[in-house]
């Protein structure tokens, strides 16, 4: 098959540090590649070049033959390069129709022809499926609906290449079935697609090639028959990965740290009660919309309940994050990139976020006795930052983004760890690294409470597992009764095989 896309020794460096190192691949028409490595590995940078959005060093890019270096986005997009981030790029304060066709808004004069632009919002919209007014506000969609209108944005401009960065990050089951079938679709229309996604799992179901990157050079490539997840692990972190989540001793818990009584707010959750104690890991299992991030946020205080009461180590707990954090309470939040970091702070000043005032003597923040921490800190998670934490945050991948989020709460050293989603849309390397820092929390005494929508996940780590089903406490495990279906069954609201309800 005649290429559509060709890379050919593409290498860039940033400050001096490479990145990408002579990498090449080729997509043709009517072919998914899947690109995998680990955050860091140079997947983002690869995909800015193919967007228009850097200018690789060395290296050449064709398009259907041609010579490719578009000079920005807008000029990829001309091209029939659609690379749709992680993190969309859509305006939520205007309509679907509006988003879908900036800046190409069809004209009548000097004004916008609304008729022929819903006519072809509709079309549009039809061909990814999705049953929504071309005249909805973006900012009223759900993320799944939001993922397509970005897709039929780069249909809109006609794309010959679809990039799909992450698509199913923030997607409920029945929504990224919904996005495999339109990708199978652009597929079989034609369109080339390159698929980065850290699941494993989607990609090995989606794509006819694989791409491993590392360290930003090609470690492995090929047809998709000839990978399992096993081997990706291993191309990926440069080492066989066998046991994924940590061991722990067996220990039985202490005393009360976070008591939950008749919680209660709005339409999120009600009358949830619950206990963690200290060394305990309590995971928290749920479908996307059972209240488990809003019950997290009404313990932290970010949003006060309406009902009931929370105490941390038999004390009431007053509602308000300041409050929360004084008395030993971390919260990490489900979007790091909204709510956990100040992207364009530096490195150290986040990290330094939530614990300030414990380097202060007389009113003033001893500056040497808080580098050290920090530097110690960014150490313990690991945190990958080679040009240093004087770079912006916004500089980091994924993964070490997420470090830094964990990093700014471990250094404040809490008693009471409140986890939501902590390896949404990290790689395999760095999930394990946090699934370590989640045991040696609970090894230090913490008392943890993790909110994940993955139930291997909840199985690996946590020592009893509690199903939210449309904001209550449905069903509650101990690790001797774990069970799969039955945790999916109540989540669900239906009864497991073998009858059990």
């Known amino acids: 098959m005649s290429a559509l896309l060709e890379v050919e020794s593409v290498s860039k460096a940033f400050s001096g540090i490479p990145v990408l190192e002579g990498v090449s691949l080729s997509l043709a028409a009517g072919r998914v590649l899947g690109l995998v490595g680990e955050n860091g590995a140079g997947k ?8 228009g959005v850097v200018f690789p060093d060395t290296g050449e890019v064709r398009l259907a033959g041609d010579e490719y270096r578009p000079r920005g986005p807008a000029e990829a997009m001309a091209r029939g390069v659609a690379y749709i981030h992680q993190e969309l790029n859509l305006l939520p304060n205007l309509s679907v129709a509006e988003n879908l066709f900036l800046p190409r808004l069809p004209r009548r004069g ?19 499926g999705l049953d929504v007014s071309p005249w909805a506000l973006v900012g009223d969609l759900g993320p799944g ?29 029945p929504e990224a079935e919904r996005l495999f079938a339109l990708v199978r679709r652009l597929r079989d229309e034609g369109r080339g697609l390159v698929y980065i996604s850290h699941a494993l799992g989607d990609v090995l179901r989606l794509a006819d090639d694989v791409l491993v ?42 005393e009360p740290a976070l008591d939950v009584s008749g919680l209660g707010r709005g339409g999120a959750f009600r009358d949830v009660s619950l206990t963690v104690r200290r060394g305990e890991v309590v995971g928290l299992a749920g479908l996307m919309g059972a209240g488990r991030t809003e019950l997290l946020r009404a ?26 954090i004084a008395r030993g309470v971390a919260l990490v939040t489900e979007d ?19 614990s300030l005032p414990a380097h202060a003597r007389g009113g003033w923040i001893d500056q040497r006795a808080l580098a ?70 609970a090894g230090g005494g913490a008392a943890v409470l993790l909110a994940s929508s993955e139930i291997e996940e909840l199985l690996g780590l946590a020592d009893r597992v509690l199903v939210l089903r449309r904001g209550s406490v449905v069903d509650e495990l101990c690790r001797a009764e774990f069970d799969r279906e039955r945790i999916l069954a109540a989540a669900l609201g239906v009864a497991p095989a073998g009858g059990r309800s």
Not at 44 to 51: E, H, Q, Y
Not at 234 to 250: I, K, N
Not at 336 to 354: K, Q, Y
């Open 44 to 51: 983002s940078t690869l995909m800015n070049v193919l967007g």
């Open 110 to 128: 000097l004004l916008m022809d609304r008729r022929r632009l819903e006519a072809l919002a509709r079309e549009r919209l039809l061909a990814v």
């Open 145 to 173: 609906a939001r993922q397509l209108v970005e897709i039929a944005r780069a249909l809109a401009a006609d794309a010959r290449v679809v990039i799909l960065d992450e698509p199913t990050t923030s997607l409920t089951a």
């Open 213 to 254: 990157l590392r360290d930003g050079e090609v470690v492995g490539s090929g047809p998709a028959s000839g990978f399992d997840e096993a081997r990706l692990i291993t191309l990926m972190v440069g080492r066989s990965v066998d046991t994924v989540y940590p061991a722990r001793a067996e220990a039985p818990p202490g």
């Open 299 to 324: 313990i932290f205080g970010l949003d006060p309940p309406d009902s009931g009461e929370v105490r941390v180590h038999g004390r009431p707990l007053r509602p308000g994050p300041r409050e929360a």
């Open 336 to 354: 790091r990139r909204e709510d956990g970091l100040v992207l364009d702070a530096t490195i150290a000043d986040n990290l330094a976020l939530a």
């Open 372 to 441: 050290q921490a920090l530097a110690a800190q960014a150490a313990a998670v690991r945190l990958d930052a080679p040009a240093g934490l004087g770079r912006p945050a916004r500089t980091l991948s994924g993964g070490n983004q997420q470090k830094a989020v964990l990093g700014k709460w471990l250094l404040g050293r809490p008693s009471v760890v409140l986890l939501d989603e902590p390896t949404r849309g990290i790689d395999v390397g760095a999930k394990q690294h946090v699934y370590r820092l989640v045991a040696d929390l």
